[in-house]
């Protein structure tokens, strides 16, 4: 509903989880976030909207909950402290699923009072190319 009201070019939606359980009332959690996730790719898709879902990993490095979740979405991103970059330093990389480019990129940033920017070369240390996730 607050999506027609501002009408935003871009949705960001922190946490899915608790998205879902506000907005469903049926006790197949799995079910709810299936539904919901694609309600939300609909709706960007025929308002020409991006939309952001966060939720959280699970140890294994899986979407927490549905994994059906990643067939829905475009592009599975992960960010990531760096330590190599210092206490501000973080990695974004799309390691599972990327329709609009490569898996094996990966965009450094810094923490700054201006939120996140991209890190200089001078702040950059690490190798070009994807890590491996026990680096991370």
């Known amino acids: ?13 922190d946490s899915l989880n608790e998205l879902v359980d506000s907005l469903n009332d049926t006790p197949d959690v799995q079910m709810n976030m299936i539904r919901t996730t694609t309600a939300l790719k609909e709706e960007a ?8 879902l ?8 899986e979407i927490s909950g549905v994994q059906r979740i990643q067939h829905i979405v475009s592009a599975v991103m992960h960010i990531e402290m760096e330590p190599k970059l210092g206490k501000s ?46 680096d991370v």
């Open 1 to 13: 509903e607050r999506m027609h009201e501002f009408n935003p070019q871009v949705v960001i939606i």
């Open 45 to 52: 898709e025929k308002n020409n909207r991006g939309i952001f």
């Open 54 to 61: 966060i939720t959280h990993m699970n140890k294994k490095e």
């Open 89 to 134: 330093g973080r990695l974004l990389q799309c390691p599972k699923k990327n329709r609009f480019g490569s898996t094996s990129t990966i965009s450094r940033f810094m923490m700054t009072e201006h939120g996140l920017e991209e890190a200089s070369d001078e702040d950059v240390s690490l190798p070009i190319g994807k890590p491996k996730m026990e």
